[in-house]
């Protein structure tokens, strides 16, 4: 922000001059400047009113006392808070800031003022208030930019992303009175624009680099506590070309490595974001030494130039001391012509000889310069050696196939190098032993076979100028098959016809591919192949004709072994065929209980001749209504067999009632038996009965017989019992009097039932 041109007078403004140079200005970069708020927000107010001045800093927890400053001079050192109702220029100072940017409040007694908001930092927006003491009186207000109107508006008016510039607003009022129009002006106000940051200032961590090191470059600049939110964008320039990647958020910039070409003049510039406000550094000069090459040493690889003739030798030169660009170059002694040359920015370069052979033997140097003079090496000599070139294997088999068992000669021979060579024999890595050359040539190694020798053999020839290996050589030991074992799937004693039977067959041993041959009593039935080995399947689907032997073979090329027989029993069953035979036994069940219930309905019909409770001819027959009802009719009659009062009891002769029965539900269906008896001793006693229940009880595709005693109590004068029937095992029975014999053809199905005497269809 730029002074007002009125100036108080020369002391004061040295005064001003030294606190705003003192440190804490951007010209050295130790404290941020210190800033003012005020509260109300406006820089012109009317006379009589006050404004409270805040002093802010970057550290204001730890700022301390505060010094204030009004017009260019010490005022009074106090809080960082104080009230004024005097115009002038305030600025302040805290203990960890520099001094800030002044501020100038004025107080006026004019009718009309212009406000302006506070603080105002570059490219912010600045509401701009034209305030009248009546303000019921104003009708319209309008506001000028440099005499020229920039609007009208009641409030306020906003002017948009402000600058530093010498601009000059006022603004007017007009209204009506009682003695006509009236028009008032303002006085001029010049808005007071803060920097949003300073101009950075670049530091340079080394001002004079040596040659090779490294520098720091750091842009310095700062952003008010109130606008910290801003992002800043930092560029370094040499010479006015931009260094480095470019704009970055970093003020921080590194250079690696500084070469004598790099002196020159650095800046720095920072930009805001948005808004956009950019500011260039002042240009500091870096000016980069340049060091002498010194301590020039020449390093061979391998060291002590023991080489191996064929193999690449390596020439390193370095320096201990120098800088910037330095030119080596290499020579053996006896020739002119260097052997190479390189320049490069580096302190060590190396020459790299391939194939290095008996004639490059000699006396080797380098040397170095980086425009002081050349300085030279010591001198190396190299005297190169024949090594062991790399060994061939061989494998001696006594047949084309190798088997286990087989003693196999590995021949290790390397064609070229310096004698004594040692031998060094491996399976897959693993050492075997070893065996000495000692005039060159090669060497032998014998192994018996086993199981485990497959793999890859190779050999090492050492002579002590360094181990050559040998290209790995595969060895296969094959492993005949060993007699395999065949099961069956499913593993059962009986098997059914249309069973899928799978003969599963396995040589625990043996080199893959194995074939496998299935047979039926030396009938070949199939084959099939496991190429990685195990055991192979095969599926048969089962006949009448598959009883028998079965056995497998197994053959990988190194003979045939062949398994134990195993035997299948087959049996033909199904379904039907197990209905038949269940069929037959229960009809020969049937068959034998019709012919006792038939001889002892022919048992019941002659005792009853007898004693001519029945007659002779005809045969009495009952339709399925009466199956459930009494067969007499009339008062009952007198049994002359019956005892009377005060006979002695005597056992009675068993009078069995025979029935079908069928209680309602189609799947229960059963016979019974009613035998009734009563004791000459006791007339008067209830009779028991007995009754054999024959049920079939269906269980899917099978039947079976339940039999199971009922026992009643029966009323010998009315013929019927008691009590209903009963089961012991809980099956449903019919709750009327137990019936008279019904017609011994009645049917109520096909399944034939016998009970006692009786043989009915149910």
């Not at 001029?188 to 101009?199: A, G, K, M, S, T």
């Not at 053999?457 to 296969?476: F, I, K, T, W």
């Not at 009323?715 to 008279?740: F, G, K, N, Q, Y």
Request: glycine share 8%; proline share 9%; aromatic share 8%.
């Amino acid at each position: 922000m730029g002074f007002p041109c009125h100036w108080p007078g020369q002391v004061p403004m040295l005064l001003w001059l030294l606190l705003t140079l003192a440190p804490g200005r951007e010209q050295s970069g130790t404290f941020p400047k210190a800033f003012l708020l005020l509260k109300p927000p406006w820089s012109t107010a009317f006379k009589g009113e006050k404004v409270t001045l805040t002093c802010e800093a970057d550290h204001s927890p730890a700022q301390g006392y505060t010094s204030w400053y009004h017009n260019w001079a010490f005022w009074v050192t106090g809080s960082k808070t104080i009230q004024t109702q005097k115009s002038g220029h305030y600025a302040c100072k805290t203990q960890r800031s520099s001094i800030s940017d002044p501020v100038h409040v004025e107080f006026l007694s004019e009718w009309l003022i212009l406000q302006a908001s506070h603080p105002v930092f570059e490219g912010d927006d600045v509401d701009l208030r034209c305030r009248g003491k009546n303000e019921e009186d104003i009708n319209e207000k309008i506001y000028y930019r440099n005499q020229k109107e920039i609007g009208r508006h009641l409030s306020k008016f906003t002017l948009r992303s402000v600058s530093r510039d010498k601009s000059e607003y006022h603004c007017t009022a007009s209204g009506e009175s009682f003695w006509g129009p009236w028009e008032e002006t303002s006085k001029p106000l010049n808005i007071q624009v803060q920097e949003l940051f300073p101009h950075p200032v670049l530091r340079v961590s080394t001002p004079q680099p040596i040659e090779g090191s490294p520098v720091n470059l750091k842009c310095e600049t700062w952003l008010p506590p109130l606008r910290s939110y801003i992002e800043l964008q930092f560029c370094f320039f040499r010479e006015d070309k931009v260094l480095g990647s470019g704009w970055s958020s970093s003020p921080e910039l590194q250079i690696p490595t500084m070469w004598s070409e790099d002196s020159g003049s650095y800046s720095c510039q920072a930009n805001a974001v948005t808004p956009n406000i950019s500011k260039k550094s002042l240009r500091s000069w870096i000016r980069v030494k340049r060091i002498p090459v010194s301590d020039v040493n020449l390093e061979i690889q391998p060291p002590g130039g023991q080489l191996i003739e064929g193999e690449d030798l390596a020439l390193i030169c370095s320096v201990a001391k120098g800088t910037g660009t330095v030119t080596f170059s290499w020579h053996r002694e006896g020739t002119e012509r260097s052997l190479g040359r390189k320049t490069q920015r580096a302190l060590s370069a190396e020459l790299r000889i391939a194939a290095v052979r008996q004639q490059d033997a000699g006396r080797y140097y380098c040397a170095a310069d980086n425009m002081h003079g050349p300085i030279l090496s010591r001198r190396i000599r190299v005297n190169p050696r024949i090594p062991a070139s790399r060994p061939v294997l061989t494998l001696r088999t006594p047949r084309t196939r190798a088997m286990v068992g087989d003693m196999v000669e590995l021949c290790c021979e390397a064609q070229r190098g310096s004698p004594p060579i040692l031998y060094r024999f491996y399976h897959e890595d693993v050492t075997l032993g070893s065996s000495s050359a000692p005039s060159g040539g090669g060497a032998s190694f014998n192994l018996s076979l086993t199981t485990e020798h497959s793999g890859n053999y190779s050999c090492e020839a050492d002579n002590g100028l360094g181990a050559q290996r040998s290209e790995a050589v595969p060895l296969s030991v094959s492993v005949p098959v060993s007699r395999p074992v065949l099961t069956l799937n499913p593993a059962r004693a009986q098997a059914v016809v249309g069973d899928l039977l799978e003969l599963r067959c396995e040589a625990q041993s043996g080199s893959p591919p194995i074939l496998y041959w299935f047979y039926h009593e030396d009938v070949t039935l199939g084959n099939s192949s496991a190429p990685s080995g195990g055991g192979a399947s095969f599926n048969l689907s089962l006949t009448t004709e598959h009883s028998g032997n079965y056995s497998c073979g197994a053959d990988n090329g190194l003979g045939v072994q062949r398994s134990y027989t195993v035997t299948l029993n087959f049996t033909e069953f199904s379904t039907n065929k197990v209905t038949h035979i269940t069929v037959g036994v229960i009809g020969c069940l049937l068959s034998l209980l019709v012919l006792a219930a038939s001889a002892s309905l022919v048992s019941h019909f002659r005792t009853q001749r007898k004693s001519g409770g029945l007659a002779t001819t005809g045969t009495p027959s009952y339709s399925p209504k009466e199956h459930w009802k009494p067969s007499w009719s009339g008062p009952p009659r007198t049994d002359p067999r019956r005892p009377t009062p005060g006979e002695p009891p005597a056992l009675m002769e068993l009078q069995p009632v025979y029935s079908n029965v069928s209680p309602g539900d189609d799947n229960l269906v059963y016979s019974q038996i009613c035998s009734s008896q009563h004791s000459k001793e006791n007339p008067g006693e209830t009779p028991s009965r007995q009754v054999e229940v024959r049920r079939p009880c269906v269980s899917g595709s099978k039947r079976r017989l339940l039999i199971g005693p009922l026992k009643y109590e029966w009323d010998t004068e009315r013929r019927h019992p008691l009590l209903p029937c009963s089961h012991p095992m809980a099956v449903s029975l019919p709750t009327d009097p137990c019936p008279l014999p019904p017609d011994p053809t009645h049917s109520l199905g096909t399944d034939t039932i016998v009970s006692h005497k009786h043989t009915g269809n149910i």
